[in-house]
């Protein structure tokens, strides 16, 4: 299973950016995604997460703000992240997998891993 992120940059605060996570070798419906990210200095993160029945969960911090969802005919899953702060500056990756995820805010659930987008914002 291949994971390509896209779509992060740089945005003033109150910006927003969307973005986006093409997989290959295993179709959406099969399988569990989540969005996590890294900080410089600080440990990864989970954001958001939606398995493949469509469940969303996400953490306290962009509810609100951020949306996961997917297109299945694309085989892409997209983070849409509205009203961003400087705090949300990050490397953002996808992850996935096809098991069931019992901890799915731990990165260690999660067999395959994107290359990561840069999302900077400025205040």
């Known amino acids: 299973v291949l994971l390509v992120e896209s779509g992060g940059g740089l945005v003033q605060a109150g910006g927003s950016l969307r973005l986006s996570c093409v997989v290959s070798?295993?179709?959406?419906?099969?399988?569990?995604i989540a969005w996590f990210r890294q900080a410089p200095g600080k440990e990864r993160e989970f954001v958001a997460y939606?398995?493949?029945?469509?469940?969303?969960y996400y953490t306290n911090s962009v509810k609100g703000r951020f949306t996961i969802s997917r297109d299945n005919a694309k085989n892409t899953v997209y983070l849409q992240m509205n009203s961003l702060k400087p705090e949300d500056t990050a490397v953002y990756y996808c992850?996935?997998?096809?098991?069931?995820?019992?901890?799915?805010?731990?990165?260690?659930?999660?067999?395959?891993w994107g290359q990561g987008t840069q999302v900077t914002v400025s205040s």
């Open positions: 939606r398995s493949w029945s469509g469940t969303t």
């Open positions: 070798g295993i179709t959406l419906d099969e399988y569990n």
């Open positions: 992850a996935g997998d096809p098991n069931y995820n019992s901890d799915f805010m731990n990165p260690a659930d999660f067999g395959s």
